[in-house]
């Protein structure tokens, strides 16, 4: 688990293919930390397995799975991505809940100056979409940030400078493919919500129910 705040930016030093599965290598200066085998890092967002580290770098197995539903397959020697730990239960909760799986790949379609603000419009398929609501949360290419707006292909954030120049929004551009995780809770609350038809789990909970047990 995450909370979406990046602690660094890494560089790319290979991503090596084998057949449709492969093993990315990131230079960080996290790595001179005390890394741990099978320790989880987010990479852009994606909850990945450390498999070896030495003082400059480490690397992780990426599945084919990884590969077909992020961005991490588009990746290239000397490209930056952003890094996260996994969240320790006395850390602080500054961001939002990440499990570190990608929904989706959205497209960069607007990217403008506002004041102080960068704003960012991203294109996403109508099925993350429906989980994304203004002023809720979203990860980004791993980082947590505020939905501004949602339309009916789109939604908006508008990123500060410290939040721009501590990851690599900064270098994303119109057309760019970032990693979307919508905010688990509002998947879990659907899932709640939806009326069961099967009868060994019951009714479920709808309208209809709350209106039957007073609570409309």
């Known amino acids: 688990m995450f909370t979406g705040l990046i602690q660094a930016v890494g560089t790319v030093r290979s991503l090596k ?4 599965s492969a093993v990315l290598q990131i230079a960080s200066e996290l790595a001179r930390e005390e890394l741990h085998l099978g320790e989880s890092i987010a990479v852009n967002g994606v909850c990945l397995t450390v498999v070896s580290w030495d003082e400059h770098s480490f690397s992780a197995d990426v599945s084919p799975e ?4 992020s961005n ?29 799986h990608i929904d989706c790949v959205a497209i960069v379609k607007k990217r403008f100056q506002d004041q102080n603000a960068v ?21 980004i290419d791993g980082i947590s940030l505020t939905v501004n707006t949602v339309s009916e292909d789109s939604f908006s954030v508008a990123i500060i400078p410290h939040s721009l120049e501590m990851t690599t929004l900064q ?20 899932r709640l919500l939806e009326a069961k038809s099967d009868s060994k789990q019951g009714e479920g909970i709808s309208l209809e129910f709350l209106a039957k047990n007073g609570f409309m």
């Open 17 to 20: 293919r084998q057949g449709n």
């Open 66 to 69: 990884t590969l077909d539903c």
């Open 72 to 100: 991490l397959g588009s990746l290239r020697a000397n490209m930056q991505v952003n890094l996260e730990r996994a969240l320790r239960l006395c850390d602080r909760l500054g961001g939002h809940l990440v499990s570190g």
């Open 119 to 139: 704003r960012f419009e991203f294109s996403v398929p109508e099925e993350a979409l429906r989980y994304l609501v203004a002023k809720g949360s979203v990860a």
């Open 171 to 190: 270098h994303c551009r119109e057309g760019a493919r970032v990693n979307i995780e919508t905010d688990l809770v509002g998947r879990y609350v659907e």
